[in-house]
């Protein structure tokens, strides 16, 4: 097998809303994601008479065994299409900040499902490899089609809409991390007050509009964060604004926080601003 070379790209929230908790013990969502250039570099081969599946990285921290998504994606793969996962080695070149709301580890994963789909020609089209995703995480299926979309329940339930009109990003990671499951049980615990009018952003959308998407990103697990946590998030918004962002708002569970901008310089000065203080800061695009 000829070395597979593919791009995993990050996800943002555009909006973020938690709609309630399900038997099954996950979260309601209706969430709009977007796509950027950001991305990390996914290679997969295939060491001839070797045992089991391996994923090394850059990272040396990023767990090598099925606990790493990209490995349970081309273990779930294998046993959807019959084929011998035996050997295949992952090696993933990380650019996306890690637990950090921006759909890393599942964009890896669906880089792995996309890619072998093609190399081995499974003939999935992509419906089918996100049903697949699903089984390995919520944010997997959205990370199969990328662009512009809607997804609920679980994460799973898409809807393609149209594309955001092409804007720069800056994208902000503080130096802590979040537990994801602990920000689930966190929202549960309160009333959510303020939701975002993703009926809005949708509209906005429709119309290319992309000051008005940008004025309606909101997430609501930026109102549980702790409040040191919350300070910092409302920092780093507020130094995105300052620059000239059309918005800010946070991704996912956090912590990245990220501006869109229709100019560059000001985007560029923002990045600027923010890598003082934080060196992961990125300008990218969306896509
Ligand atoms: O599906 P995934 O493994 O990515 O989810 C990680 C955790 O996030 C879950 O264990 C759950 O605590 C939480 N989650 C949730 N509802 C969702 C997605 C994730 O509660 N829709």
């Not at 620059?243 to 100019?263: I, K, N, R």
Request: net charge negative.
């Amino acid at each position: 097998m000829t070395p597979i070379v593919t791009e995993a790209r990050a996800k943002l929230n555009l909006t973020l809303d938690v709609l309630g908790r399900r038997e099954d013990g996950y979260h309601d969502l209706c969430m709009v994601m977007q796509s950027v250039a950001l991305c990390d570099t996914v290679t997969i081969e295939r060491e001839e008479g070797g045992k089991g599946i391996k994923v090394r990285s850059d990272l040396d921290f990023l767990p090598s065994g099925r606990n790493n998504l990209a490995a349970a994606a081309a273990i779930r793969l294998c046993d959807e299409a019959w084929r011998d996962s035996d050997g295949l080695r992952i090696r993933l070149d990380k650019a996306i900040p890690v637990c950090a709301g921006m759909g890393g580890g599942s964009s890896d994963a669906a880089a792995v499902l996309r890619a072998l789909n093609e190399a081995w020609k499974l003939g999935y089209p992509r419906e089918r490899l996100a049903e697949i995703g699903a089984d390995v995480g919520s944010d997997v299926p959205y990370c199969v089609l990328g662009g512009t979309a809607l997804a609920e329940g679980r994460g799973e339930r898409l809807t393609p809409l149209p594309a955001l009109p092409w804007c720069f990003v800056v994208i902000c990671k503080p130096h802590f991390s979040i537990s994801t499951p602990e920000l689930f049980e966190r929202i549960d615990g309160m009333k959510i007050s303020c939701h975002p009018d993703t009926k809005g952003m949708l509209k906005a959308l429709e119309r290319g509009d992309v000051l008005g998407v940008a004025r309606r990103m909101y997430n609501v697990f930026e109102d549980v964060l702790p409040r040191n946590q919350g300070s910092t998030v409302a920092e780093i918004k507020d130094i995105l604004l300052q620059h000239g962002a059309l918005g800010a708002c946070m991704s996912g569970t956090g912590p990245t926080v990220f501006g869109l901008y229709d100019d560059i310089v000001k985007a560029w000065r923002a990045c600027h601003a923010l890598r003082k203080s934080y060196e992961q800061t990125f300008l990218t695009v969306t896509v």
